[in-house]
């Protein structure tokens, strides 16, 4: 009995031991909050040094694929408006809010990540260096190595609704001696032509730097910025009340975090989006940043070949993953599934049709029985001699075919496509194969 008592206190110990930190967890991340994530420069791989600048350049594919996978997992890119209002009142935001930011101002971002942004239907900020941005007249910076978008194209983003162009000031993306030691020049009194500025001076030159960058941005895009990103993530006191006295309303820091309601709103916190990273990896990063306990979605398909083609197949709607997270890329097809398929994605403009079809294996309180009625009755599928569907049997890469060439040409895809035509068709292989026609 004493060793049933003793085995029994133990346990419970044990079960406290756990329960306690998980059932806290679950409370920190039920509270609402926005992840915030910062870019710079995007360049093909191959082409840089990814350890030499610390992995924040980030190849354009990979990028869109974060993005892919962001969008795929149900996250809702806001403005720096609604992060304004959310962390200042507690204005709601939709599900899984995010903000997507870069910084600096680099041609790639228009090249590359304005067309992805554009067609994803998402939105992003970029914080400029305005002395940095050229145009017909004045020319890029010879001291300026990688190049930045012009104003045309600057005024071209943010006239889509697509790009918020921000302040990342006008001129103090750099380092000077402050008679100790180099600092960011926003921190403090610095050396100007053999001079230690005094503090008055310092303040008369930040003053002078925030109002310039958000003229010229007005003038030239037609709407003030409201954010200033800090270089370096390096302000002050003394920065902040003076970025709000030119009439910023937030500040980004580079500080790791997610951002509450409450918060320091000159002291946003931002997540650095490094080449490496997959979009899982991003995921995982505002989970631990937010002490949220929540799975990684799509965690399956994570460095598959096809990744991206799944991808882009979910955000268009044609698939959908399993409630524990994953898509299960090699489960087969089965006759079921593949009739909701096609009636979601062929047959959604047509009524379904009411004549009655009876298959002894396709109850009526079943989830797939409405489009097994209606590929039916359209002439899309058919049943088998003994009057069954088989709605669980997998379907073949042959049957697969004899149904899509019915809308679509499949002339024109890549033959290398083609399995063996009795082969059993998986989810991956669907999910690629109407990625590339839808």
């Not at 419970?12 to 806290?24: K, Q, R």
Request: charged share 30%.
């Amino acid at each position: 009995m004493r060793k049933r008592l003793i085995f029994f206190v133990v346990a419970v110990a044990l079960v406290l031991a756990v329960s306690v930190p998980t059932i806290e967890l679950k409370a920190q991340s039920n509270r609402p909050f926005v992840p915030v994530l910062m870019y710079h420069h995007l360049q093909k791989e191959g082409t840089f040094d990814s350890k030499k600048y610390g992995g924040v350049i980030v190849d354009p594919e990979r990028f869109e694929k974060q993005m892919l996978y962001l969008k795929a997992a149900g996250y809702h890119t806001i403005t720096l408006e609604e992060l304004r209002d959310f962390v200042l009142y507690n204005k709601p935001l939709p599900p899984k809010p995010i903000v997507i930011t870069f910084d600096d101002g680099y041609l790639s971002n228009y090249t590359y990540a304005y067309p992805v942004l554009k067609k994803l239907g998402m939105k992003a900020a970029i914080n400029i260096i305005v002395s940095y941005v050229p145009d017909e007249v004045n020319k890029q910076k010879p001291s300026v190595s990688v190049p930045h978008f012009t104003w045309k194209q600057a005024k071209e983003m943010a006239d889509s609704g697509v790009i918020e162009i921000e302040s990342h000031t006008y001129d103090l993306h750099d380092y000077r001696s402050n008679g100790f030691k180099k600092i960011p020049k926003v921190m403090g009194p610095v050396i100007i032509n053999g001079h230690l500025e005094t503090m008055e001076e310092y303040k008369q030159r930040l003053y002078t730097d925030f109002l310039r960058s958000r003229e010229i941005i007005k003038e030239k895009i037609g709407r003030a910025p409201i954010c200033l990103a800090y270089p370096f993530g390096a302000g002050n006191k003394i920065s902040d009340e003076i970025a709000r006295k030119v009439g910023f309303e937030m500040a980004f820091r580079i500080q790791e975090g997610v951002n509450y309601y409450g918060d320091n709103i000159m002291k946003l916190k931002r997540i650095t989006v490094r080449d490496s990273d997959t979009g899982q990896d991003i995921v995982e990063k505002i989970n631990k940043l937010s002490h949220g306990i929540n799975f990684i979605p799509f965690w399956d398909i994570k460095g598959r070949q096809f990744e991206k083609d799944i991808l882009s197949a979910i955000v268009k709607g044609i698939f959908a993953g399993y409630e524990d997270g994953s898509f299960k890329p090699e489960k087969p097809v089965t006759r079921a599934e593949f009739a909701s398929l096609i009636n979601k994605i062929f047959l959604k403009e047509k009524k379904v049709l009411e004549r009655e079809v009876y298959f002894k294996d396709v109850p009526k309180n079943a989830w797939y029985y409405k489009a097994v009625v209606n590929v039916v009755n359209n002439e899309i599928m058919k049943g088998y001699e003994d009057n069954t569907f088989r709605p669980q049997k997998p379907v073949t890469w042959e049957e697969a075919f004899d149904v899509i060439k019915k809308f679509f040409d499949l002339n024109s895809l890549d033959k290398n496509m083609f399995k063996s035509p009795e082969k059993t068709l998986t989810r991956e292989e669907l999910a690629v194969l109407l990625d590339k026609i839808i």
